[in-house]
DNA sequence: CTGAAAGCGCTAACAT
DNA sequence: ATGTTAGCGCTTTCAG
């Protein structure tokens, strides 16, 4: 770890003159300048950001939170930011909250005494609270708003993926229509849920209750509400069903599996968020695409915009979604 | 952002004694160390890190560089780093190094001005050079070795995997087995390549270098190298194929289903590491399962022990593969 | 047990 | 254009 000092000295300057050489080198002869370069060269100089960060109180350092980095999603955000961060020089730090509040806390106060100049975060319902933790962190809110006030957000459409996904069951028939929503108080779940009764309600098919039912987002949560609401004999049981999100998707179509209910023929299914695996799986899933790369690309983009001072054009940016039909959707069974 | 000095005058002491109390309790009076603690609480005190970090020469980071974020498995690597890292107090830069020797390079040469405490890397085939712009830092090389002398890696048992997996085929009366194997500069594709010819060695079939493609460990080479093994006519293409990664796997599975073939009736495949796509596809594949979530913990905790200066007990540890046998392999068709 | 003072490596004022 | 000086926030000698 040769320092600044050494490299001043080779060059036969002062630390000043080298630091200036180094990040600065309008401000100092050429001649002087190369002198440093070389020296710097030579003892294979980096800089100690360490050093570098206190005295400037510019750490070049972004921080994001997910909330579940074995999600396909989380893990295309985490690359998207990664890349769009490394592009403009930023180092990131990667968290995983894991849908917990408490984690995400944790993950602030490390975040903290590092001093991030931006972070992204993918909210838990425990965001709101926790993020006052960095009062005077510019934020980007990706994929869920956390409901802070004056909070610049990073999403998709979900209202109207969720409508679209209905609409197409709609149009292919179905009249009961099931929908496996995430946790409320999480405002993706709650905006699609919102999509799927404003489809049902223009056309006016009644809203019931039973065939809503709630997961925590993973595999399991879906598998799990997908075989209660499926265990229901035919001609009461939903003919169709849209899932929350990825992960749900699987374990409902897995549950429809195991109760040897085929698809399309005696059940449609709609996911939200396209995957490999609803590519790639028999029969393959319709799904809502949603643009993920972008998603974090942009909330990266946006952030750093704010970082230098100026404000997004909009505190609330909405990508727009893709129905892509694929197999697991179809007429409804003749009765 | 109020530092120690405030703590320490709200607290009445002076900043020394302040950093003991929260530091090092047991070298100050409970009474006083009761007052500071009290005054941080009161203050929202967080320690400056990076001050912290310049003084004590102790960052309390570490680093991981994955090859392929958006491969599960390094997902799955990445988030038992992280898991174990959070454990232990330390923080975690990750880098993705998209299998490109340069991108490595550049995380490397970035990681170096933050002083981390220690490195854990998926090396890519540039590594062995590469690592030397980090020549003091605690190293552990993660799923691959690059060859460095003296390295210590953490490692499953790839030769007998594979040897498993071709076992297992020729059990079932496969005689023309292929193989796609990954860059053969990468040891772990090499090893598995030698478990692969083992096998078949003892078994007494010849190696046949026509049924043994080269892939670049994605989805796509998979598919490519698959079709090409599989255009030939029934009678001389493989009846059984060993594929060397997860994501070619995939590709493999694909291959098979366009070109018709039907599993295991016409094609035998066993992958190497196992995913859900894997468990949950039609039909279910058969794979060498890794304990890759242990790996991860493994090398992380592997990592600490040799900061604190214990050389780990063995310079290389191999962790066990296990055979899962799934509907994707078969006795070979009548010919 | 506590305080004063020095300094980690760097850069920004301020001089020249 | 370059050098000198001071200090980012913290911890750690070294005294007392």
Redesign the interface.
Same mark, same amino acid.
């Given at each position: 770890?040769s320092g600044l000092a050494a490299v001043a000295k080779l060059a036969q300057v002062s630390p000043a003159t080298a630091s200036r050489a180094l990040h600065r080198p309008e401000m100092v002869a050429r001649e002087t300048r190369e002198r440093v370069e070389q020296a710097a060269e030579q003892l294979g100089y980096?800089?100690? /950001?360490?050093?570098? *960060?206190?005295r400037t109180r510019d *750490?070049r350092t972004l921080a994001l939170v997910v909330t579940d980095?074995?999600n396909?999603f989380s893990?295309?955000i985490?690359?998207a930011v /990664?890349d769009t961060a &490394?592009q403009s020089g930023h180092? +990131?730090?990667?968290?995983?909250s894991d849908e917990e509040p408490d984690k995400e806390r944790?993950a602030l106060?490390?975040l903290?005494?590092?001093?991030p100049q931006g972070l992204i975060v993918v909210p838990t319902p425990g965001a709101r609270e926790n993020l006052e933790l960095v009062p &005077?962190l510019p934020v980007i809110e990706l994929d869920r708003a956390s409901g802070r006030p004056g909070a610049y957000t990073v999403m998709v459409d979900n209202r109207g993926g969720a409508y679209q996904a209905v609409r197409h069951l709609l149009d292919l028939g179905h009249t009961r229509i099931g929908m496996i929503v995430g946790r409320r108080n999480i405002s993706t779940a709650q905006e699609r849920y919102e999509g799927y009764c404003q489809a049902l309600d223009e056309a006016g098919l009644p809203y019931q209750e039973a065939l809503v039912l709630p997961g925590n987002h993973r595999?399991e949560d879906g598998r799990q509400a997908a075989t209660q609401l499926l265990s229901q004999p035919a001609g009461v049981r939903p003919t169709a069903l849209f899932v929350g999100n990825n992960e749900m998707t699987?374990g409902a179509v +897995?549950a429809a599996r195991q109760l040897q209910l085929s698809l399309p023929g005696d059940l449609s299914v709609v996911g939200f968020d396209d995957s490999?695996?609803a590519r790639?799986?028999?029969p393959s899933i319709t799904v809502i695409a949603q643009p993920t790369y972008q998603l974090g690309q942009l909330a990266c983009q946006r952030l750093i915009q704010l970082m230098s001072g100026v404000a997004p054009p909009e505190a609330h940016t909405r990508l727009p979604t893709t129905l892509i039909v694929r197999e697991s959707t179809g007429p409804p069974p003749a009765r």
């Open positions: 770890m980096r800089p100690n /950001q360490l050093a570098r *960060s206190l *750490s980095i074995l396909p893990a295309t985490a690359k /990664q &490394d180092n +990131l730090f990667l968290f995983n944790r106060e490390t903290r005494g590092h001093l &005077d595999e699987v +897995l490999r695996w790639t799986t028999t």
